[in-house]
């Protein structure tokens, strides 16, 4: 395939994770808004040919490279436990249970690291900061759930860890795994954090919900991410009659139908496999579990992948700076069950879907998996704004509500079947 085609297909597909605007050696990439999404562009007056976005976008690497087994997609285990920060106010203010937060202030006091990458809100701008200050990781706290192009200061990471810098990188499971193919021979300076991801969500999604909570001619002025208690809120900054105005929407409004059924999704992420972030030294997520149903402070799952991951969440327990309490592989399916399923069974058909290969029918013998590729056709339909007015309906969305409800019973059996099949396997690194 020519490189303009896989031009064209990064930027149909890109899940937002920067890389490439941060390794191109020709800053030939830039971002643009086309149809209500934010994606690359190419300036093909300094693009010199020499493929390197190609090799490593996450995005397209989706698409082509990847088959997933359930092993490979829950990854290598050292020990898993609920979490949640000791210092409340860190707590609070957290996505979840404010572990990335703590481990991270812990990395820095304690010079395990020089730096950390976070990413915080700056008006409607994801922003990327690589730094040392206790007050930028404490204001970079929360999930932002659109697309944050992070990685686009790669050159300020190769440039700390070139003059020796040992760095924390907090990312998505796509920023984690591109970053590290083109940080080979740093290992030793780097530790990974890693957040399970559902997927992000494409700009428009954020048109959708201004238009369904804010007053009419409201302009809106900047969003928050996702924090606050448990399961938190996102808030939303607007001028109205010259008057400055905030609204909170809670996590689950926010995240209601269409992100729930992925419709509002980068094509990239309904192709990914690595939900739960395998190339990571630790990852954290929200503990999505019956043991803390209703709890209005967060509390977060976190996977030690690595030995060097594991020690330093004992540490960081030993110095009671987080409270953890040992979980197991099942809480894991619990809470994140439905993301291996996304990544085992639904994402490879959508890759066959995508490549145009007809082999895709073949696949089609499940009800949930027609249903998971009728969707597939929705979210690339909503590129076009009428669909997209579609969608903004509530007979729309009464009609996704119930395919949600079928969906999710259609997953649970799948559920119990990978519970059955990783009983017999051994998952940890240590077993
Ligand atoms: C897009 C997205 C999807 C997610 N999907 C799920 C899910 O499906 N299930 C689940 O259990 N958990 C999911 N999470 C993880 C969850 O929301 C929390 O981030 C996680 O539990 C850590 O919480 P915490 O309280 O320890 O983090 P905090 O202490 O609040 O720290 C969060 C850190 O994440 C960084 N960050 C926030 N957003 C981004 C971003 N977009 N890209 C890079 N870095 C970022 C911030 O800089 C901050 O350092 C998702 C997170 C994101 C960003
Ligand atoms: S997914 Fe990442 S590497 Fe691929 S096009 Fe988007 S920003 Fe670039
Ligand atoms: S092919 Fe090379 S020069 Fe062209 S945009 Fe990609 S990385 Fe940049
Ligand atoms: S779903 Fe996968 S590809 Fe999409 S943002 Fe999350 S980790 Fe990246």
Redesign the pocket.
């Known amino acids: 395939m020519n490189l303009l085609t896989q031009h064209k297909r990064m930027a149909e597909l890109c899940v937002g994770c920067g890389l490439c605007l941060g390794f191109c050696p020709t800053d030939a990439i830039n971002l643009k808004v086309i149809r209500g999404v934010v994606t690359v562009n190419f300036d093909y007056s300094r693009c010199t040919r020499c493929n390197l976005c190609i090799k490593t976008c996450p995005a397209l690497y989706n698409l082509y490279g990847r088959k997933t087994t359930i092993k490979a997609s829950v990854g290598k285990i050292e020990k898993v436990f609920f979490s949640y920060?000791a210092d409340n106010n860190?707590?609070y203010?957290?996505?979840?249970?404010?572990?990335?937060?703590?481990l991270?202030l812990y990395m820095l006091k304690q010079k395990i690291v020089d730096k950390v990458l976070?990413?915080?809100m700056e008006g409607l701008t994801?922003t990327?900061i690589l730094t040392n200050k206790k007050s930028d990781?404490v204001s970079?706290?929360?999930?932002?759930?659109?697309k944050?192009f992070?990685l686009r200061i790669l050159k300020k990471i190769l440039y700390s860890l070139k003059k020796g810098k040992r760095i924390c990188i907090?990312?998505?499971p796509c920023?984690i795994l591109a970053l590290k193919k083109v940080l080979r021979g740093f290992e030793d300076k780097l530790y990974f954090v890693g957040?399970?991801?559902?997927?992000?969500n494409e700009i428009w999604f954020l048109q959708h919900i201004i238009k369904k909570y804010l007053p009419e001619n409201a302009e809106p002025i900047a969003i928050g991410?996702?924090?606050d208690g448990w399961p938190g809120e996102i808030r939303i900054f607007f001028k109205l009659n010259n008057n400055f105005k905030e609204l909170a929407v809670p996590l689950p409004k926010f995240w209601g139908i269409l992100p729930s059924l992925n419709i509002s999704s980068p094509l990239g992420c309904l192709l990914c496999t690595d939900?739960l972030a395998s190339a990571a030294d630790i990852v954290?997520?929200?503990a999505?579990h019956p043991k803390f149903t209703g709890n209005t402070s967060?509390v977060?799952?976190i996977v030690a992948r690595t030995l060097k991951g594991l020690r330093l969440v004992e540490k960081a327990a030993k110095n009671e700076l987080l409270y953890t309490e040992e979980a197991g592989l099942r809480d894991l399916l619990i809470?994140?069950g439905f993301?291996l399923i996304e990544g085992k069974w639904y994402a490879p058909l959508r890759q066959k879907l995508l490549q145009h290969s007809i082999t895709v029918l073949r696949e089609l013998d499940e009800i949930d998996k027609i249903i998971v590729l009728l969707l597939t056709i929705i979210t690339t339909l909503l590129k076009f704004k009428t669909t997209r007015r579609l969608v903004h309906t509530s007979s729309a969305e009464k009609i996704l509500k119930y395919i949600s409800w079928f969906l999710s019973r259609q997953k649970y059996k799948k559920l119990f079947q990978m519970a059955a099949f990783l009983n017999g396997q051994t998952i940890s690194s240590s077993s």
Not at 140 to 146: N, R, V
């Open positions: 920060s860190i707590r203010h957290a996505a979840s249970g404010g572990v990335v937060t703590s991270i976070v990413t915080k994801p990327p990781v970079a706290q929360g999930s932002i759930y659109f944050a992070s907090v990312g998505l920023q957040l399970i991801c559902g997927h992000v991410p996702r924090k939900h954290a997520g929200d999505w967060g977060s799952i809470a994140y993301h």
